[in-house]
């Protein structure tokens, strides 16, 4: 519910934003989304795309290239690697079943 409130308050306060290179970017990022007409998604959506765009200029890249790296490399490479984790840790806890 915070996120939701926050997210609301950032998306309202990046649309009321007098910057005009920072307006370029969030409104680039947020014209992806039309809106879900699901005020929690929207906000929720917001929050996110003002995360991404201020970490993308923490970077010094774009947010579109931040998007390939968290959602293209990062995440998948991620899952996998807990994944693996997952069945070591299966393979060492059947291996001590088996032991008492």
């Known amino acids: 519910m915070i996120a939701v ?3 609301f308050i950032l998306g309202l306060f990046v649309l009321n934003a007098g910057h ?3 307006d370029g970017e969030y409104f680039r990022a947020l ?3 039309d809106g879900s007409g699901i005020d929690w998604i929207d906000a929720t959506f917001r929050y996110c795309v003002v995360l991404l ?3 993308a200029k923490f970077f010094g890249i774009s947010y579109e290239a931040l998007n390939i790296w968290v959602f293209i490399i990062v995440q998948p490479l991620v899952i996998i690697l807990l994944s693996i984790w997952v069945f070591r840790l299966r393979r060492l806890l ?7």
């Open 94 to 100: 059947r291996r001590t079943r088996f032991r008492n």
């Open 20 to 22: 005009q290179g920072v």
């Open 31 to 33: 014209k992806a989304v």
């Open 5 to 7: 409130l926050v997210g």
């Open 53 to 55: 765009v201020q970490t």
